[in-house]
């Protein structure tokens, strides 16, 4: 009889443990210290006209979506994301793929939102071609990736999280699991309340 659940468990966490965090000019984080920052960052936006906008390719769209709404409900930040099946296809057609999201970027984004841009790969290039618009407007980017440590999405972000695995699963649960780090314990979220959920809007 495997052990099937234990060991995959066992592994995830270690995944997640082994998360690296960097700034824009590649500066080593703790994760905690990149967590903080994000808080700031955040912070600085709510109650404003700008906001967040999550970018992700299928499991990272997916990730993408859950994460804009849950910044927005429970948070309390203005968020979107640029999933919409007749916007990717439209820009993709126009286009090309690797302009459906700078093109979204470039025409809804204003100077101090903040681009979330989640790739498992970290070479996905219509992530990096939105990454680069964003910068163009003077967004900011929060970055998450995995796969090799020297990706080209990792080296783009303001704040920057890499999870060192291979595995799509691994990679991808952790990039949930750090964004609800810093939306839960932005809101509130501690050890001593640790099945209770927090109630208290990013603002």
């Known amino acids: 009889m495997g052990n099937h659940f234990h060991d995959y468990a066992t592994t995830l966490a270690g995944a997640i443990a082994a998360t690296e965090a960097s700034d824009l000019h590649h500066k080593p984080l703790s994760v905690d210290q990149a967590v903080v920052a994000a808080h700031r960052m955040i912070r600085a936006i709510a109650g404003t006209p700008n906001k967040?906008?999550?970018i992700g390719n299928g499991g990272s769209a997916g990730i993408a979506g859950h994460m804009a709404i849950d910044f927005t409900k429970n948070g309390g930040v203005r968020s979107v994301t640029f999933n919409d099946a007749s916007?990717?296809?439209c820009l993709g057609n126009d286009l090309?793929?690797?302009?459906?999201?700078?093109?979204?970027v470039e025409?809804?984004?204003?100077a101090g939102d903040i681009l979330i841009a989640i790739s498992s790969s970290g070479e996905s290039k219509n992530i990096l071609n939105a990454v680069t618009a964003a910068r163009k407007m003077k967004a900011h980017v929060i970055s998450l990736s995995g796969f090799k440590a020297g990706n080209s999405l990792r080296q783009m972000g303001d704040l920057n999280l890499y999870t060192p695995s291979a595995v799509y699963g691994f990679v991808e649960t952790a990039h949930q699991a750090l964004l609800h780090v810093i939306l839960d314990t932005g809101m509130g979220w501690t050890v001593?309340?640790?099945h209770v959920q927090p109630q208290t809007a990013l603002i």
Do not use: E, I, R
Not at 107 to 110: F, K
């Open 107 to 110: 025409m809804q984004g204003l």
């Open 192 to 194: 001593a309340t640790a």
């Open 96 to 104: 090309g793929y690797d302009q459906v999201f700078s093109k979204q």
């Open 87 to 89: 916007s990717l296809t």
């Open 52 to 54: 967040l906008m999550f």
